[in-house]
């Protein structure tokens, strides 16, 4: 792993070098066009950086930063529009904000009690299930394989989770940023417009309405019905983020596309927009599911198509074993290293 650090700490100094550029050059010349063409080189080089590496959980989270989230903000940068172009106030805020899941609260609040918080024993609870199945990942060969896709499911979650929370609170303890929530108990969605709207990975939500669901809104606006149009921007959104995920795969298995996660993506689309005009007619009539029924079928709905679309390129391809096992070896640095700490104490 060692050279694998390495090569992460020369990926991230290449970024920080182009997002300087970004701030003291790019965002001189005037919005729109010519500042989106100074901006194409940066975009290039964000794609390729993770070519750079071999870790699927450096490569996970370097493309979700740079290729997803630092592309898109750069893009509204170029227009003068996202968190780029509205918060930071110097350099270090502007790389940080372009190149981290966090998105500061347009208009902080002056009560303290409602920075948003991460309860200790809760986070800790989530680590040590992470470490759990960590440590039974190395007896895979003698379990269930539908176990074994279930504890996958619960290490993405867990894994993105608990990463996620320690920036965000490592950024909200240095610079005083109120951060807007990434995650909101997906686990309690009463709907797949719930889920993928207002409580799953919201970061991805928030960067994908001003780039892909309200342009096309607007465009289709003038053509059709406001609601077909609603309907095509919601398609349209999640056809991108399918695209995006089918890039993070290729990235992690650096094999050609199989276009299972893309289908995911558009099924999930289809059937999110086919929800949504529904409710709206049996709210009208005054029907409703009972929130108890219509979580179990979204979660069943949920665990089915991720078995069926999403997970089999990377359990196909073995980066679940990868990804475990280097999380393995991390639990066992960090124990050793800390062993003599704790010896000399004792």
């Known amino acids: 792993m060692d050279d694998e650090i390495e090569k992460l700490i020369e990926v991230w100094i290449s970024a920080f070098s182009c997002l300087c550029y970004c701030y003291y050059i790019a965002s001189k010349i005037p919005k729109g066009f010519l500042r989106l ?78 920075t948003q918080k991460f309860p200790k024993w809760l986070l800790a609870l989530k680590v040590l299930t992470l470490g759990f199945i960590v440590h039974v990942s190395s007896y895979i060969e003698h379990l269930n394989p539908h176990f074994i896709t279930l504890l996958y499911y619960c290490y993405l979650y867990l894994g993105l989770e608990i990463v996620l929370a320690f920036i965000t ?7 005083g940023f109120e951060i807007e929530p990434l995650f909101n108990k997906p686990y309690l969605c009463t709907s797949l417009q719930d889920f993928w709207s207002h409580r799953w990975n919201i970061m991805i939500t928030r960067i994908l309405r001003p780039t892909v669901y309200n342009p096309v809104r607007r465009i289709f606006n003038d053509v059709v019905n406001p609601m077909y149009a609603t ?116």
């Open 37 to 114: 063409l100074s901006l194409l080189p940066i975009l290039f080089i964000f794609f390729i950086l993770p070519f750079t590496l071999s870790s699927p959980n450096l490569i996970a989270f370097t493309s979700l930063f740079l290729v997803w989230l630092g592309t898109f903000k750069l893009l509204l940068f170029s227009f003068n529009q996202g968190p780029l172009a509205l918060s930071p106030s110097n350099i270090l805020h502007f790389i940080f904000i372009a190149s981290l899941p966090i998105n500061p609260k347009q208009h902080p609040s002056t009560n303290p009690n409602t």
């Open 169 to 175: 609170f490592t950024v909200q303890s240095v610079f």
């Open 231 to 346: 309907s095509v921007a919601m398609l349209a959104t999640f056809l991108v983020s399918g695209l995006m995920h089918e890039l993070m795969y290729y990235y992690l298995t650096r094999v050609s596309p199989t276009w299972e996660v893309t289908c995911f993506f558009v099924l999930h689309g289809v059937c999110t927009t086919v929800e949504v005009a529904v409710k709206k007619v049996a709210l009208r009539r005054g029907r409703q599911l009972h929130h108890a029924v219509s979580r179990l079928l979204v979660m069943v709905f949920l665990v089915s198509t991720c078995w069926w679309l999403f997970l089999p390129q990377l359990l196909r391809n073995g980066v679940n074993t990868k990804a475990t096992q280097e999380y393995g070896v991390l639990v066992d640095f960090v124990v050793k290293s800390r062993l003599p700490y704790i010896y000399v104490c004792l």
